[in-house]
């Protein structure tokens, strides 16, 4: 084995080596928390509105560029995605997690109750066809009813730590009250944005699913979770391939099927993810976390740009639901 193969790493390539940095800064409003990859470097930051200054060509770069090489076995494969010269590990990383949490403290009124999704928290679903929105659901994650009368989709980054503040704090609330009431029908959607690792995190996530899709579907919640608990500080080399195929294993998952999946299934995985992100550029999205919500009924939209607290999401479910 060469050393550009790096011993089973999957790596990404990008013809920008962004140098990670990150902002913060308070505009009009409620600030928004999130990652958005600009021109030269990837910021994370507080701000209401991400700012448009970044093409998309140069976003998508990040996923487009990546190109696995398959050579030689480790448990089962080995797999890279190789880095321009000159570009660091530490490269296309924000730089740090956020410091705070949004308030999630705003009380749910009791509301007329919908169809509820079948089963327990987290409504975890494999479900098919086509939306509206233009979403594949084919192999798409999915919490919720299909009956409800919203969609928010959402678009997330493994390596983003606003999106880890989501996941883990308003994201359960979101669940327990929207979802579990039969209001919100949540699909997930890869946009991977931050760095070179991000674009193989995203394959794992589709290939995780692929496994427990029609069996234990709330298991991707579990290990969904299990990732962003153990998102590590910027130029930790957190999120290389065989560290998140061990968070994987820690969460009780079969490692071997998802390493042959990663290494027959990336190219037809990364048209899925492409669509994605080609979705989040009609929707100029600049950055993750990422949402828009349908109203199913009417075509009625409404986005969501970074983590927001939870009665942002609460409020935007509601005035959706009424449009």
């Known amino acids: 084995m060469t050393d550009s193969i790096n ?22 409003g409620i600030p928004t928390q999130g990652c958005v990859r600009e021109r030269r470097f990837t910021q994370c930051r507080s701000e209401t509105t991400m700012p448009d200054i970044q093409s998309n060509q140069r976003r998508r770069t990040v996923l487009r560029g990546a190109s696995l090489v398959l050579a030689g076995s480790i448990a089962g494969c080995t797999s890279l995605v190789g880095s321009d010269p000159g570009e660091s590990e530490d490269d296309n990383k924000s730089t740090s997690h956020p410091s705070d949490t949004p308030s999630d403290s705003e009380s749910d009124p009791t509301e007329e109750t919908p169809t509820t999704p079948d089963g327990e928290f987290p409504y975890m679903r ?4 086509t939306t509206d929105f233009g979403v594949s ?23 983003c730590p606003f999106c880890s503040t989501f996941a883990l704090k308003i994201h359960p609330k979101i669940g327990r009250n929207s979802v579990a009431d039969g209001t919100l029908r949540v699909v997930f959607l890869q946009l991977p944005n931050i760095g070179k690792n991000s674009g193989p995190a995203a394959i794992l996530a589709n290939c995780v699913w692929d496994q427990v899709a029609d069996s234990e579907p709330n298991r991707f919640w579990e290990w969904h979770h299990a990732v962003f608990e153990q998102q590590g500080e910027e130029n930790s080399g957190w999120a290389d391939i065989d ?28 048209e899925e993810i492409q669509a994605e992100v080609d979705l989040a550029d009609r929707e100029k999205i600049k950055g993750t976390p990422a949402f828009v919500l349908v109203n199913k009924q009417t075509g009625t939209k409404q986005k ?6 939870y009665g942002t999401f609460k409020s935007t479910i509601q005035s959706v639901k009424n449009s």
Not at 12 to 21: D, E, F, H, L, Q
Not at 137 to 159: E, F, K, R
């Open 304 to 309: 969501i740009s970074g983590t927001q607290p």
């Open 243 to 270: 560290k998140l195929l061990t968070i994987t294993e820690n969460a009780g998952f079969d490692t071997d099927p998802l390493r042959d999946c990663i290494q027959n299934r990336q190219d037809s995985i990364k």
């Open 126 to 129: 494999s479900t098919s066809g």
């Open 7 to 28: 011993e089973g790493r999957i790596l990404i390539r990008s013809s920008i080596a962004p140098k990670a940095t990150r902002k913060t800064q308070e505009l009009e």
């Open 137 to 159: 659901l084919d192999s798409t994650p999915v919490m919720g009813s299909d009956d409800a009368p919203i969609d928010m989709y959402y678009w997330s980054d493994y390596l």
